[in-house]
């Protein structure tokens, strides 16, 4: 149960369009997190959700920092996450609960600051957990006003430039695996420069590059938005790069919802976002681009029927294999489901 369920309900939405194909590439699972919005994030939390209306036949599961290992060597301990995760997965795979193949994919963490020495660690995600295992995440988020949350990885500043976390990363290369990116849109240029080191990496760019409208931010929204469509830009010019459309709820885009006496309708939610959405689109193409819920960390904003039918009102005019694309067949390719 979320802490705000009873003012999610208040602004409760039907799926639209409920036959579309729809693969979630980005939500988070966790048992035991009180200072969350939703404390409890589990089986039951995320096939409630997939089940309510729209037709999600697939997720994609990304770190969280949950259900580590309390003993062993330090740079083993998140690998007790994808053994967590994978287990749901089995759930779900077995079909006794529906079609949806819950974290089909798997993006697990790895302490990339001990560069060649994460290399067991990889090893042993795609171990426990076969082929569902596709890459790692490692928060970078960083910004030198203390207004800003602080990200439990604690990144300190420029550590996409560092030596030894690139070095971590070429061993996430060297097994095929794929590398997403969390991190505030100052940063994007930093992940523009390690796309360029590594050309043969697909790199997924999560939340539009966490757009910040707090702190020293807040009030500058034509102003983020300009410098974060040139540095997007720039990205884009890597073909090696993916983008997430999503997880532009969150409190530190500064929109406030969660502090409105109703959450906001699937519409006010597309209008208030669209050009970060459009220009990313443009710039990307639908074969690199997938729009995701970041559940349950946006659900501090709105539900999740309501996040997918504002990306349904977005594209409701766009072709069928646009849509296709942006709903299902890009994160379906980028994941290897």
Avoid at 108 to 123: K, R, S, Y
Avoid at 129 to 143: L, P, Y
Wanted: negative net charge.
């Amino acid at each position: 149960m979320a802490k705000n369920d009873a003012w999610l309900a208040s602004g409760a939405e039907d799926a639209l369009e409920p036959e579309m194909e729809i693969c979630d590439p980005h939500h988070h699972l966790w048992l035991n997190q009180p200072h969350r919005i939703s404390p409890r994030y589990g089986f039951d939390e995320i096939h409630r959700d997939v089940s309510a209306g729209h037709t999600i036949t697939s997720t994609v599961f990304i770190e969280a920092a949950t259900m580590y290992r309390a003993d062993g060597p330090a740079v083993m301990r998140p690998v007790g996450e994808t053994e967590f995760v994978n287990g749901i997965a089995a759930m779900a795979a077995s079909g006794d609960y529906g079609p949806c193949r819950i974290a089909a994919g798997i993006v697990g963490a790895v302490d990339l600051t001990l560069g060649g020495a994460v290399a067991p660690a990889l090893d042993a995600h795609i171990a426990v957990a076969g082929g569902r295992f596709k890459g790692i995440r490692h928060g970078v988020a960083w910004d030198s006003d203390p207004a800003l949350p602080d990200v439990r990885t604690k990144p300190g500043p420029e550590l996409l430039m560092d030596a030894r976390y690139r070095a971590g990363v070429a061993e996430i290369a060297a097994r095929g695996l794929s590398l997403d990116i969390w991190c505030f849109h100052p940063q994007i240029c930093e992940v523009t420069d390690l796309a360029r080191q590594f050309p043969d990496l697909t790199i997924i760019l999560d939340h539009f590059g966490v757009p910040l409208g707090v702190g020293a931010y807040a009030g500058r929204g034509d102003q983020v938005f300009t410098q974060w469509k040139a540095d997007i830009t720039e990205l884009a010019s890597c073909p090696n790069v993916m983008a997430k459309l999503g997880g532009i709820a969150m409190p530190e885009n500064g929109f406030d919802w969660h502090k409105q006496p109703r959450p906001p309708t699937s519409l006010t939610l597309m209008q208030a976002t669209r050009r970060y959405y459009e220009t990313t689109i443009e710039l990307f193409g639908v074969d690199r681009c997938m729009f995701e819920s970041n559940f349950p960390v946006d659900s501090v904003s709105c539900g999740y029927n309501t996040i997918w039918n504002s990306f349904k009102l977005l594209t409701q005019d766009w072709s069928k294999a646009e849509r296709r694309a942006l709903f299902h067949d890009t994160a379906a390719r980028v994941y290897r489901l």
